[in-house]
C-alpha cells in the first residue's frame, strides 16, 4: 500500500516537474534537480549569530534568503515555501521524539487573503522527515495582531500575548513550533504557551531565518 503511495507520490511529483520545473526558491533559476535554492544562492546563506531561546534557527534573513521568504509569503506558489521546508530539516538537529508539528497560525482573515498559510508549507518536510503528525490545526490565532516591525521587545510580547489558542490534539505530545522568520521570538514564545496550557509535554520550535531587532 506505501509503495503503491509512493509510487503515486513519484509519478505527482514528476507531472509537476513538468508543468513548473524545479525552480530556486530564490532566484527562480531552473535546475534539474529538486532543491530549495540553486548553488549560487545557496552559498549566499549566511549563519545567524543567534537565537531566542528555545528556538532553533540557522541562518540569518538577508540576501538570497530573504528574496526566498518573500517569493514563499508573498507570491501565489505554495509550492515555494514546501521547498524550503528542506533547509528546516536541515536546522532541526535534535535528536528527541517529535509527536507534532505545529506551524505557526495564520489569522483566519489573513489565511484568506493569502491562501495558504507559508509556515504550514514550510512544515511539511520537517513533519514527512520526523515521522511526526501534521496538526496544521494545532492551533489558532484567535487576535489578529498588528505588524510588529516597529515595536521593542517588551512591545512584542505584549502585543502577541493570548494571540493563540491551541487544540486539544497537542496534549501529551511533544510539540515542535514552525515559523518562517523569527526576531525576539515573542510570537513562538506566546504560541509554546498556548501548548503548554493545552497540556503539550514539551514544546520546541525552529524557524527558517533570524532578523535582529529593528531591521525587521
Ligand atoms: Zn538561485
Redesign the pocket.
Known amino acids: 500500500m506505501n509503495y503503491l503511495r509512493l509510487f503515486a507520490r513519484s509519478v505527482l511529483a514528476d507531472l509537476a516537474d513538468l508543468v513548473a520545473p524545479p525552480a530556486?526558491?530564490?532566484?527562480?533559476?531552473t535546475f534539474p534537480r529538486r532543491l530549495p535554492?540553486?548553488?549560487?544562492?545557496?552559498e549566499h546563506l549566511v549563519a545567524a549569530e543567534d537565537a531566542p531561546p528555545a528556538v532553533s534557527v540557522a541562518w540569518e534573513h538577508g540576501g538570497?534568503l530573504a528574496r526566498?521568504v518573500h517569493r514563499a509569503k508573498y507570491g501565489d506558489d505554495p509550492s515555494v515555501a514546501a521547498a524550503l521546508g528542506a533547509l528546516l530539516v536541515e536546522t532541526w538537529r535534535h535528536d528527541g521524539v517529535v509527536d507534532a508539528v505545529v506551524p505557526v497560525p495564520l489569522h483566519p482573515a489573513r489565511l484568506r487573503l493569502r491562501g495558504f498559510n507559508q509556515s504550514a508549507e514550510l512544515s511539511r518536510a520537517l513533519g514527512h522527515t520526523l515521522g511526526a503528525a501534521l496538526l496544521f490545526d494545532g492551533a489558532r490565532r484567535v487576535r489578529d495582531t498588528p505588524t510588529q516591525t516597529r515595536l521593542d521587545r517588551a512591545a512584542r510580547r505584549r502585543n502577541v500575548a493570548d494571540a493563540f489558542v491551541a487544540s486539544p490534539r497537542v496534549r501529551g505530545a511533544r510539540v515542535l513550533l514552525v515559523d518562517d522568520v523569527v526576531t525576539t521570538g515573542a510570537t513562538l514564545a506566546a504560541l509554546r504557551q498556548a501548548c503548554l496550557d493545552a497540556g503539550a509535554a514539551a514544546v520546541h520550535a525552529v524557524a527558517l531565518a533570524r532578523v535582529p531587532l529593528w531591521t525587521a
Not at 37 to 42: A, S, T
Request: glycine share 8%; aromatic share 0%; proline share 0%.
Open positions: 530556486c526558491a530564490a532566484c527562480g533559476a535554492l540553486c548553488d549560487l544562492c545557496r538570497s526566498a
